[in-house]
C-alpha cells in the first residue's frame, strides 16, 4: 500500500466527496483523521470496519484554533502528518444584492477561510518539524465560472485557487506539495438541497459523461495525488468533470 504510515486529515469528511476520500486514502493504507463540525465518527467506524485506522476529530475549520488542535491531536495519536486534504465547504444560494449577509458571510467563512486555516495549520507544522507532505485542496469550477445566485461560493473558490498555488510556490523548498482537485457536478448529499433527483438525472443527461460524478471517482483522483506516483505534479489543478467544459460543437 502506497499510504502505508502515512497520516491524512481529512476535513469535512462526513459525508460526500470528504467520506469518499477519507475511505480511498485509507485503503490505500493510509491512517486517517476524519475531521467535520457534523458527526463523523460513523466514517471512522467504516474505515476501521473495513480493516484500516481512523479516528474522528471534530473541528470547526472557521476557527484557526480549531484547526490548530486538529492536526496537533492528528499528531499526537499517530506520530506523523503527511497528507490533508482541504474538502470542508459550505454553499447557501440566492441573489447577492438580497441574500442575507450572514449566509453569504458563513458560505466565505467556511469554504474560503476554512481551506485557509485547514492549510496554514497543516503546513506550519510540517514546516517547523522538516517534514514533507502532500495537500490536497478541493476548488470548484465556481472559481473560473460565474455561476449566478452564487457569488459568495464563486468568490469563496475562486480565492481557494489562488491561496493554493500560492502556497505550492512558498512551500516548494520544504518539499510540500500542494494541489487542486474541481470535482464536476457530483452526486453529493449537498445537491439535494436544491435540486430533486429528477432533476438530478435530467441535468446528469446534459454531461458528456451522460450522468454527474460519483464521490468514489473524486476520491481516486485525490488518493492519486497523495501518493507517490504523484511526486512531480505540484502546483496543479485536475478537472473530473465528464467533459462538461468541452467546447460544444456547433
Not at 493504507?29 to 471534530?58: E, K, T
Not at 448529499?189 to 458528456?208: H, M, N, S, V
Request: net charge negative; with cysteine.
Amino acid at each position: 500500500m502506497e499510504l502505508a504510515h502515512q497520516t491524512a486529515v481529512v476535513t469535512g469528511a462526513a459525508r460526500g466527496i470528504g467520506e469518499a476520500a477519507a475511505r480511498a486514502l485509507a485503503q490505500n493504507g493510509a491512517r486517517i483523521v476524519v475531521s467535520d463540525i457534523l458527526d463523523a465518527s460513523p466514517v471512522a467506524n467504516r474505515i476501521q470496519a473495513d480493516g484500516g485506522q481512523a479516528i474522528f476529530i471534530p473541528a470547526d475549520v472557521t476557527d484557526l484554533s480549531s484547526t490548530d488542535q486538529l492536526m496537533d491531536q492528528a499528531i499526537e495519536q499517530f506520530g506523523t502528518l503527511d497528507i490533508l486534504v482541504a474538502n470542508a465547504a459550505f454553499s447557501l444560494r440566492g441573489p447577492f444584492h438580497t441574500q442575507s449577509m450572514v449566509d453569504f458571510k458563513k458560505t466565505v467563512d467556511v469554504t474560503m477561510w476554512g481551506a485557509f486555516h485547514a492549510l496554514r495549520s497543516f503546513a506550519s507544522r510540517l514546516v517547523v518539524r522538516g517534514w514533507p507532505g502532500q495537500a490536497i485542496v478541493i476548488g470548484s469550477p465556481h472559481a473560473i465560472e460565474a455561476v449566478p445566485d452564487c457569488m459568495a461560493y464563486n468568490m469563496a473558490k475562486a480565492a481557494v485557487d489562488q491561496m493554493a498555488r500560492t502556497a505550492a510556490a512558498e512551500l516548494i523548498e520544504q518539499k510540500i506539495r500542494v494541489n487542486i482537485v474541481h470535482p464536476g457536478w457530483t452526486d453529493t448529499p449537498g445537491e439535494r438541497r436544491y435540486f430533486t433527483e429528477e432533476q438530478l438525472a435530467e441535468q446528469g443527461k446534459l454531461i458528456p459523461a451522460g450522468r454527474l460524478a460519483r464521490p468514489d471517482e473524486i476520491a481516486r483522483v485525490i488518493s492519486f495525488l497523495a501518493s507517490p506516483a504523484s511526486v512531480y505534479i505540484n502546483g496543479s489543478t485536475y478537472s473530473i468533470d465528464g467533459g462538461l467544459a468541452l467546447p460544444k460543437r456547433e
